[in-house]
């Protein structure tokens, strides 16, 4: 199995903050790498595919980067409605996929 | 605008089989341009990928839980099912449904997810 570890595991930050969380997998995985956003007592949403496409109807403060085993998820300026856990996805070794275990972003 | 609806028991009997269906409105489970999958989430923990399956009828499963896992699907009724077998505590989860899009295998619709306990 490919292990996503997800850093950190939680943060607290401002309205407004630069937010950054890292995802990084046991071995490469090209760029097979997605990103969604949980809420409490919600489904995951979809907000990066591919290491860096946006969803449709995802805001542009969201933005994803990397390649191989490490990556990024950014949000450039943090609203209040992006507080929330945060999840990495590998789709590389297809079917087997695997998340990461998460980062709560919690407000300052 | 696809809409996945996850529906079943939500306590199961330690010993029994886990039975749920996801049920697609919006778009035809029969376009062969996604996997049918499912996905479960114990209480504050992380995702754990479950199964997935085509229209045709193929499918995948987590090696972790592939000798209890049947994943089925009815194209007729634009609706797939999860049968886990012999649950115990440890299957106690959120149960969600979700679209995997061919062919990077990300989920771009999801259930709104499902409580299933297991408890005598």
């Known amino acids: 199995d490919i292990q996503m570890t997800q850093s950190p595991s939680s943060l607290s930050a401002s309205v407004g903050d630069r937010v950054t969380i890292t995802c990084r997998a046991s071995q490469s995985i090209s760029s097979y790498l997605n990103w969604y956003q949980q809420k409490p007592g919600k489904a995951p949403k979809l907000l990066i595919y591919a290491t860096s496409s946006l969803q449709s109807g995802v805001p542009s403060r969201f933005s994803g980067s990397g390649s191989g085993t490490d990556f990024t998820l950014t949000i450039s300026s943090l609203q209040p409605e992006d507080f929330a856990t945060y999840y990495c996805?590998?789709?590389?070794?297809?079917?087997?996929?695997?998340f990461g275990g998460g980062t709560k972003v919690e407000i300052k | 605008q696809v809409q996945l609806q996850e529906s079943g028991p939500g306590l199961v009997k330690p010993s029994q089989t886990l039975s749920l269906t996801c049920t697609v409105s919006?778009?035809?489970?029969?376009?062969?341009?996604?996997?049918w999958s499912w996905i479960r989430q114990p209480a504050g923990k992380g995702l754990e990928w479950i199964g997935r399956?085509?229209?045709?009828?193929?499918?995948n499963y987590n090696p972790s839980l592939k000798s209890r896992v049947t994943i089925s699907v009815d194209t007729s009724k634009n609706q797939f099912s999860l049968k886990l077998s012999s649950v115990t505590a440890a299957d106690t989860a959120v149960y969600y449904c979700a679209r995997g899009v061919i062919p990077l295998y990300y989920f771009d619709y999801w259930g709104q997810g499902t409580l299933v306990t297991v408890s005598s």
């Open positions: 399956i085509y229209t045709s009828g193929s499918t």
């Open positions: 919006g778009g035809s489970i029969s376009s062969g341009s996604y996997y």
């Open positions: 996805q590998q789709s590389y070794s297809t079917p087997q996929v695997t």
